[in-house]
């Protein structure tokens, strides 16, 4: 029928998919609000893409608490696949425009740890989706426990991603001089 009932089944296996969808939303939004200073050294547009993502990611998270809604799931999906097939291009072929087109770029942890956040933001989200929020119930204990753990695996990614965001422009300068960092 077109849109899941908001704020109904709380303790359902779709309701905590969401919870951890919005967690790895967040995450990822951490993430690239840490790597837009040194894209907007390099290229103000891919500053401009990466805080745009980060805003996106932010308040998509606040929402789909809020409502999980098919079009809010819907629009967080579409994004966050747009963002990893643009990651994959990138990294394989090169970025399709700017000053480094068709120059494929490194893989760095920062890299990784946004991809798996999205790529969970993408499944919880589908999952949702396909099950509307009236699913299979969960036990208030199990839902504790996985969003506990959930709350772990994100904040251990979350930190290796900033960590490795805010160094990222240091790689490209160390190669580029023939230095390296000690």
């Known amino acids: 029928p077109g849109?899941?009932?908001?704020?109904?089944?709380?303790?359902?296996?779709?309701?905590?998919?969401?919870?951890l969808a919005a967690l790895a939303a967040l995450g990822a939004s951490a993430i690239h609000f840490a790597v837009v200073p040194n894209?907007?050294?390099?290229w103000m547009p891919a500053g401009l893409f990466f805080a745009s993502i980060a805003l996106?990611?932010?308040?998509?998270?606040?929402?789909?608490?809020a409502r999980s809604t098919t079009p809010v799931l819907a629009v967080g999906i579409m994004v966050n696949v747009g963002a990893i097939a643009l990651w994959a291009l990138?990294?394989?072929?090169?970025?399709?425009f700017g000053p480094h087109a068709g120059e494929a770029e490194l893989v760095l942890a920062a890299d990784l740890c946004a991809l798996l956040l999205q790529i969970y933001v993408v499944m919880g989200a589908s999952w949702v989706w396909y099950r509307g929020l009236q699913g299979e119930p969960v036990p208030v204990f199990v839902s504790a426990l996985v969003l506990m753990g959930a709350v772990g695996?994100?904040?251990?990614?979350?930190?290796?991603?900033v960590a490795s965001g805010l160094r990222h422009g240091h790689e490209a300068s160390a190669s580029a001089d023939g230095g390296h960092h000690g």
């Open 3 to 19: 849109s899941v009932a908001p704020r109904t089944a709380k303790k359902t296996d779709s309701r905590l998919a969401a919870r």
């Open 39 to 42: 894209h907007w050294q390099e």
């Open 56 to 65: 996106f990611q932010l308040l998509w998270a606040r929402l789909v608490l």
């Open 90 to 96: 990138s990294r394989t072929a090169g970025a399709p």
């Open 153 to 161: 695996v994100v904040a251990l990614a979350s930190t290796v991603g």
